[in-house]
């Protein structure tokens, strides 16, 4: 598939279903994109689409079975993207998060193969039920605790609010686990 450059073409690649629960399109929304009007597309459909599958079928979709449903916070981000949040950040502008393109490769940029020429894919997600069922301080670790026993996951790192957190595949996972939210720091260090 080529990368798309028309409403048809993006239509198609947002139809693309990559698990039972989950299509394309749900993974390519971004505050960032629609606020400074970038186009939020891979370069390498087919590329996102292999990775963003695994990271449905391996582990949004056992998420959601477990703990039901899985809101999309940001996950797919294009290199161009990514650089103009990376450097909206590095500048101080609020709100913006984006690491580098090079942090971000097998990341968040599903179509960027990281610097050991490896691909992956990686959601900021929320469970809205878990949260609902488990805002005391530190809770967030019954869930990572549960994902790292029952899922391939690569890495985790949480949030406070909501106890969002970002998932990741990856084809060599490094099976660790960090918080900003408290208690703050590493529960699993992992691989890497």
Same mark, same amino acid.
């Given at each position: 598939?080529?990368?798309?450059?028309?409403?048809?073409?993006?239509?198609?690649?947002?139809?693309?279903?990559?698990?039972?629960?989950?299509?394309? &399109? #749900?993974?390519?929304?971004?505050?960032? %994109?629609?606020?400074?009007?970038? @186009?939020?597309?891979?370069? =390498?459909?087919?590329? !996102?689409?292999?990775?963003?599958?695994?990271?449905?079928?391996?582990?949004?979709?056992?998420?959601?079975?477990?703990?039901?449903?899985?809101?999309?916070?940001?996950?797919?981000?294009?290199?161009?993207?990514?650089?103009?949040?990376?450097?909206?950040?590095?500048?101080?502008?609020?709100?913006?998060?984006?690491?580098?393109?090079?942090?971000?490769?097998?990341?968040?940029?599903?179509?960027? &193969? #990281?610097?050991?020429?490896?691909?992956? %894919?990686?959601?900021?997600?929320? @469970?809205?039920?878990?949260? =609902?069922?488990?805002? !005391?301080?530190?809770?967030?670790?019954?869930?990572?605790?549960?994902?790292?026993?029952?899922?391939?996951?690569?890495?985790?790192?949480?949030?406070?609010?909501?106890?969002?957190?970002?998932?990741?595949?990856?084809?060599?996972?490094?099976?660790?686990?960090?918080?900003?939210?408290?208690?703050?720091?590493?529960?699993?260090?992992?691989?890497?």
């Amino acid at each position: 598939m080529r990368t798309p450059k028309t409403v048809e073409a993006l239509t198609k690649l947002g139809r693309v279903r990559l698990s039972k629960s989950f299509f394309m &399109r #749900d993974f390519l929304y971004s505050e960032i %994109a629609a606020v400074h009007g970038i @186009l939020n597309v891979p370069d =390498d459909p087919d590329l !996102a689409i292999r990775v963003g599958t695994r990271l449905c079928e391996d582990l949004l979709e056992p998420l959601q079975e477990e703990w039901g449903r899985v809101a999309i916070r940001s996950a797919y981000r294009s290199a161009e993207l990514n650089a103009f949040g990376n450097r909206m950040q590095k500048e101080g502008s609020s709100g913006y998060t984006c690491a580098s393109n090079t942090a971000n490769a097998a990341g968040h940029i599903w179509d960027l &193969r #990281d610097a050991d020429g490896l691909t992956g %894919a990686r959601a900021c997600v929320v @469970l809205p039920h878990f949260w =609902d069922q488990h805002q !005391a301080p530190g809770e967030w670790q019954i869930l990572a605790r549960w994902i790292h026993e029952n899922l391939p996951y690569s890495a985790l790192q949480f949030f406070p609010t909501y106890w969002a957190f970002n998932i990741s595949w990856h084809e060599r996972p490094k099976r660790q686990i960090h918080s900003y939210a408290d208690p703050k720091g590493w529960l699993v260090r992992g691989i890497g």
